[in-house]
């Protein structure tokens, strides 16, 4: 079974667009995250939710916005999308987040291209 | 501003060789430096350090933590074509939030 996942693998799409990614995680945990990896492989947080509270908001343009329905679930709607918003974008959660130490679980990753 | 440095950004060896993979941070409130390995998809968690000095072992690859000096080394022995990935170091704060490095690329050659 698989621990966090998100759909869509690969999302190609026009400028202008909005689009959302979604993100399940079966872990039980209480923290999930959002995270940018750009072509330079550099992984940025975005977003992190803890049982369905935003607890990082990073500095995002507002065109990104989270949406927490359970703290099972992370997605991620994204308006007006501009050729910037290329990238992969990576979910992932933690047992309780916040100030504990521990690790993060990563999801698959989804590929965005914006042409 | 926090930030994390990983060092060399690319690396290419033979299988066999052994490698050192350097990570140095300057974050507040540092509680947790992490190594992950990313391959084609998602990183995955190899190791959690949070006491200086104490190494953390599995199978072939170490890695420890020097908290003065503020920087960590994964090593890799006897590398094989499989250890070849994204390597990434990665600090968490007390904020929760994880700050990545660059990433070591390291390829081994057969």
């Known amino acids: 079974d698989t621990a966090v996942s998100q759909t869509p693998k690969y999302l190609v799409t026009q400028m202008g667009n909005d689009k959302s990614i979604k993100c399940e995680q079966n872990?039980?945990?209480?923290?999930m995250y959002w995270y940018k990896q750009d072509s330079k492989k550099f992984l940025k947080i975005m977003f992190s939710?803890?049982?369905?509270?935003?607890?990082i908001n990073e500095t995002v343009p507002n065109r990104f916005s989270p949406k927490s329905p359970d703290k099972a679930h992370l997605n991620l709607h994204i308006n007006s999308l501009e050729l910037g918003d290329s990238a992969v974008y990576f979910c992932?959660?933690?047992?309780?987040?916040?100030?504990?130490?521990?690790?993060?679980?990563f999801g698959p990753g989804t590929r965005l291209l914006v042409l | 501003e926090d930030k994390v440095v990983q060092s060399p950004l690319s690396l290419v060896v033979h299988e066999g060789d052994t490698v050192t993979l350097n990570c140095s941070y300057e974050v507040t409130n540092f509680r947790s430096l992490l190594w992950y390995k990313q391959e084609k998809k998602a990183p995955t968690f190899l190791f959690m350090l949070?006491?200086?000095?104490i190494e953390k072992k599995s199978g072939r690859l170490s890695s420890i933590l020097d908290k003065k000096e503020l920087f960590s080394i994964l090593n890799i022995t006897a590398t094989q074509t499989g250890d070849s990935a994204v390597y990434l170091c990665?600090?968490?704060?007390?904020?929760?939030?994880?700050?990545f490095g660059q990433g070591t690329t390291l390829q081994v050659k057969p």
């Open positions: 990665a600090v968490g704060s007390n904020t929760g939030k994880l700050i």
């Open positions: 939710y803890n049982n369905k509270e935003l607890i």
């Open positions: 992932a959660s933690s047992p309780s987040g916040g100030r504990a130490q521990e690790t993060q679980y």
């Open positions: 949070t006491s200086s000095g």
């Open positions: 872990l039980g945990h209480d923290t």
